[in-house]
């Protein structure tokens, strides 16, 4: 049998095993050298994603967060600029390169294919391999510039970097890197659960996710999972893995699948169970799922989570070295390794309950936390950086809770106690007091979010917007058809898609472009800025929806900045790009309200959700930014700053250290 | 890792513009340039390609 490593790099040769143990010696060697005239002998960076500066210092307040309010006291606490736009994969990219959009090249979570129009990932490039003539898919990261700890490496100081967003696929570094956000599923999605139900399927609607009918035969129910295509066969057939499931009562059942019997309750998660995806072809692919049994009675329903890549055997290298996703499966078992591994399609649709989503949530938290605490164990000097995403998601499904005008909220919710936001604030900040234990007088800690959160009530379809106001024509029959393809691009002169972005169809550079670059462009960008900016909203009485439009010109310097949107909407409070603009439908009216679970959001204007920083010493720089973190941590190491940041190292205080003083709160 | 020989003056006039433009690297303005080369000569994946790998990002639907 052969195994599917198909987007590996080739085998190392014995003389590039010597060449890389030589090249790691040496820079030991010269870690050693810098580390002795170093300020500081670790840097502890625990981001948080989307820990909301208001939100955080309402909880302090209320002393529900004891960690970080002594961190506060005795070091510092204060709102840490973000990007435009403030969304996670341009914001967590800034702070690794230390510069602005215009020099890493992420603007925003999609962007459109200049040939076609068709929304892309933004920040990953997957090459199909029969088109190129390669053996397997072609993975590329297209987040430009280099991370500071890449600089950190070539002068011979290690670092741990686990699951910050845009790092897939990893980079060489003198260190590890397990990656984080956008690193896909086995099936090449950003996550596609499965349902298996008795129930017909015309009941439900479904957006995301795949659902299969299935027929009980007496207590047994009988399905397969899919994974991707057979690279070595040309018919393109899919990949599967048959299980069956043995009803034995009404709260337990028994999953075999791969020869092995798993008992599972209903209701309750299984843990993650290993996938063997077996072809014709002789191949092999290994992922990993957690089944849930939501009923057996009187239908039975089964969830599936997302196929994640088996970080035990990945399929394509998901850490630096490729080992490292291997050495931390053997150290601490399976875990979740899908970019976003907390299933928000699946709650918005109805499949998971509440309580399912934060218990998923939960879980995937708790993985992280063995993996950053055992990272601290380790890495006696350098530098360690965790980002956990479990805020993010809980504050996106669960801002109806606290927004009492949300379409979405449920006042029963808050009467049985449930309070999904703030109890994981409780938790982050336990892991702050962990955390703070493991850092001793040479340890710079400190606590960061890439953007704050604020309410999600209303999607605004702007090119609806710009369909009325004569910007966008749509061709017969074109209306709500995905992915811009409705669009009559020959009367065309700007279009949205992705989270924030508007685009010129600008000739020259897209395909049937028909605005001439120069006086006509910079023309048609004020313009178009002007009128958004008095769109208001009648269902809310003439409430504002944009707060700023930015002319990407004058917003972004760097090579990349041409690849930006020419405009930047930052949309007030309560208002975001509607779910079907984002992937480019154009419908036929500008406001739609949400419904949505998903009802909290941070893609508005980056004035209104600041992410916050926290250090166990004083920071004196006033409005410090996700921008200065990296020359910061390089200049406590004694390191020059880069010519291409374009962050200035804030002031940090030699004293007034926060250690293990906080222990016992 | 593929290596590529060049032109010794002609890279140390690289090494210049890539420092003015705000590249961290003559290699990363040398691979920018190729890319954009190579985006105007090859052909695009089918849309149903790219709507799978879309499929799932919370943030769209």
Not at chain 1, 394 to 423: M, S, V, Y
Request: charge should be neutral; aromatic fraction near 8%.
């Amino acid at each position: 049998m052969r195994d599917a490593r198909f987007g590996r790099p080739p085998e190392l040769s014995i003389c590039q095993w010597v060449q890389r143990f030589v090249r790691f010696g040496a820079r030991a060697i010269r870690g050693r050298r810098v580390l002795a005239h170093s300020r500081i002998k670790k840097f502890v960076v625990l981001g948080i994603d989307g820990m909301d500066y208001g939100l955080t210092h309402r909880l302090m307040e209320e002393n529900k967060l004891p960690h970080l309010a002594a961190l506060r006291q005795e070091g510092s606490f204060t709102k840490l600029g973000t990007t435009i736009p403030p969304i996670s994969p341009v914001a967590w990219s800034s702070f690794q390169t230390g510069s602005n959009p215009g020099k890493h090249n992420i603007f925003d979570f999609l962007t459109r294919d200049k040939r076609t129009y068709l929304p892309r990932l933004s920040s990953v490039d997957v090459q199909n391999s029969r088109r190129h003539g390669q053996r397997g898919p072609g993975v590329r990261l297209l987040r430009k510039s280099k991370p500071f700890w890449v600089v950190l490496g070539d002068h011979g100081i290690f670092s741990s970097i686990l699951r910050v967003p845009i790092t897939f696929p990893p980079e060489e570094l003198h260190g590890v890197q397990l990656s984080g956000m956008c690193v896909p599923d086995l099936r090449g999605t950003q996550g596609a659960f499965s349902l298996y139900t008795t129930e017909s399927l015309e009941k439900r609607m479904c957006v995301a996710g795949e659902r299969f009918v299935v027929k009980r035969d007496g207590n047994t129910v009988q399905a397969e999972l899919t994974a991707p295509s057979d690279p070595f066969h040309r018919n393109g057939q899919r990949l599967r893995c048959r299980f069956d499931v043995v009803i034995g009562d009404k709260n337990n059942v028994k999953l075999g699948v791969n020869g092995d019997v798993h008992a599972l309750t209903v209701g309750a998660y299984s843990p993650w169970i290993s996938l063997e995806f077996k072809a014709d072809s002789g191949l092999k692919v290994h992922g990993i799922a957690r089944f849930l049994v939501l009923s057996t009675e009187p239908e039975f329903q089964l969830y599936v989570t997302p196929i994640n890549i088996n970080p035990n055997r990945p399929v394509v290298p998901i850490s630096y070295p490729v080992v490292y996703s291997t050495h931390l499966a053997k150290r601490q078992g399976l875990f979740a390794t899908l970019g976003q591994s907390e299933d928000t399609w699946a709650l918005n649709e109805g499949v998971l309950t509440d309580d399912h989503f934060v218990q998923q949530c939960l879980d995937t938290t708790g993985e992280r936390e063995q993996m950053f605490l055992n990272s601290l164990d380790r890495a006696k000097r350098g530098l360690c950086v965790c980002v956990f995403d479990g805020l993010d998601r809980i504050q996106h499904t669960f801002w109806r809770d606290i927004d009492e005008e949300h379409p979405a909220h449920e006042p029963h919710r808050r009467e049985r106690g449930q309070h999904a936001i703030e109890n994981l604030y409780r938790r982050m900040d336990d892991l702050v007091g962990r955390t703070l234990e493991k850092c001793d007088e040479e340890t710079v800690l400190t606590v960061i979010s890439d953007h704050g959160f604020t309410t999600f009530r209303y999607g605004v379809d702007l090119n609806r917007w710009l369909e009325e106001n004569g910007y966008l024509k749509i061709r017969r029959r074109g209306r709500f058809r995905r992915g811009l393809i409705g669009i009559d691009w020959s009367e065309t002169r700007a279009f949205a898609i992705g989270l924030t972005g508007i685009f010129l169809n600008l000739r020259g550079r897209e395909a049937r472009g028909i605005v001439d670059p120069g006086e006509q462009a910079d023309r048609l960008r004020r313009e178009i800025a002007a009128g958004l900016a008095s769109l208001t909203n009648a269902e809310r009485a003439g409430e504002r929806a944009i707060r700023h439009v930015y002319l990407a010109p004058s917003t972004y310097h760097g090579p990349y900045k041409d690849e930006a949107p020419d405009l930047i909407v930052g949309f007030e409070k309560g208002y975001r790009m509607s779910w079907a603009n984002a992937m480019g439908q154009v419908t036929d009216r500008i406001f739609h309200e949400n419904t949505r679970a998903w009802s909290g959001d941070h893609c508005v204007d980056h004035s209104l959700v600041p992410g916050v920083l926290f250090c166990n010493r004083r920071i004196e720089t006033e409005s410090p930014s996700l921008v200065d973190i990296g020359p910061t941590v390089l200049d406590l190491f004694g390191l020059a700053i880069p010519k291409y940041m374009d962050g200035a190292p804030l002031v940090v205080a030699e004293d007034g250290h926060v250690g293990h003083t906080v222990k016992g709160l | 890792m593929a290596k590529i020989k060049m032109d010794s003056a002609l890279f140390s006039r690289a090494e210049k513009a890539a420092e003015a433009a705000g590249y961290s690297s003559v290699e990363e303005f040398i691979i920018h340039i190729v890319e954009k080369e190579l985006e105007k000569r090859e052909q695009s994946d089918p849309a149903q390609e790219i709507f799978d790998q879309l499929h799932g990002l919370g943030y769209v639907g």
